[in-house]
């Protein structure tokens, strides 16, 4: 199995194959319009601007199960990524990427990029909120937070998980060593 095997809704409800994406790198990221992270796609916007024409590219998987912080629907979400943070990168259908209605590329993704820990600018204070949810969040592979990150290079290989909170000069840096 390998990412190439999935498909994902569009924004319009459209089945998109990741076997377009073939070739390129990515970074798949889960995200929230209303979040104390949501200022991160000013960030991530600037690396797609900047890498783009390299063979990289973000696909964006709007989620509303962290706060509810995701309000409206995926054609709304994006247009409002578009406005606001000048979004050019692919924006899919709202998803789940836990539990028992969880999209199956996540299910995927948390498989091959387990979970580690929170390290990072505001790591202390995610950590805190997340225990204050769930005290045992260390135990699981889940996505911990809106803005979680999974690096893929050209061959379909997950090769990295970022939390919210890790620096994306980091994951700039990263990408750019598979460029």
Same mark, same amino acid.
């Given at each position: 199995?390998?990412?190439?095997?999935?498909?994902?809704?569009?924004?319009?409800?459209?089945?998109?194959?990741?076997?377009?994406?073939?070739?390129?790198?990515?970074?798949?990221?889960?995200?929230?319009?209303?979040?104390?992270?949501?200022?991160?796609?000013?960030?991530?916007?600037q690396?797609?601007?900047?890498?783009?024409?390299?063979?990289?590219?973000?696909?964006?998987?709007?989620?509303?199960q962290?706060?509810?912080?995701?309000? !409206?629907?995926?054609?709304?979400?994006?247009?409002?990524?578009?406005?606001?943070?000048?979004?050019?990168?692919?924006i899919?259908?709202?998803i789940?990427?836990?539990?028992?209605?969880?999209?199956?590329?996540?299910?995927?993704?948390?498989?091959?990029q387990?979970?580690?820990?929170?390290?990072?600018?505001?790591?202390?204070?995610?950590? !805190?909120?997340?225990?204050?949810?769930?005290?045992?969040?260390?135990?699981?592979? @889940?996505?911990?937070?809106?803005?979680?990150?999974?690096?893929v290079?050209?061959?379909?290989?997950?090769?990295?998980?970022?939390?919210?909170?890790?620096?994306? @000069?980091?994951?700039?840096?990263?990408?750019?060593e598979?460029?």
């Amino acid at each position: 199995m390998s990412i190439y095997d999935f498909e994902v809704k569009d924004i319009n409800g459209n089945m998109v194959s990741l076997k377009e994406y073939e070739g390129q790198v990515l970074l798949i990221v889960n995200s929230a319009t209303e979040c104390g992270f949501t200022p991160q796609y000013n960030e991530l916007t600037q690396i797609f601007d900047e890498l783009n024409e390299e063979g990289f590219t973000i696909l964006d998987f709007p989620c509303n199960q962290f706060g509810k912080q995701a309000p !409206g629907t995926g054609e709304e979400i994006a247009e409002a990524c578009r406005a606001t943070f000048l979004v050019q990168y692919p924006i899919f259908e709202k998803i789940e990427v836990n539990g028992e209605n969880e999209e199956p590329l996540y299910t995927y993704l948390k498989s091959e990029q387990p979970f580690v820990d929170i390290t990072g600018e505001d790591a202390e204070r995610l950590k !805190g909120i997340l225990e204050s949810i769930n005290p045992d969040y260390m135990d699981s592979n @889940d996505i911990k937070w809106n803005f979680t990150k999974f690096l893929v290079d050209r061959e379909g290989n997950v090769v990295a998980r970022f939390e919210p909170t890790q620096s994306l @000069d980091d994951v700039k840096a990263q990408i750019k060593e598979l460029l």
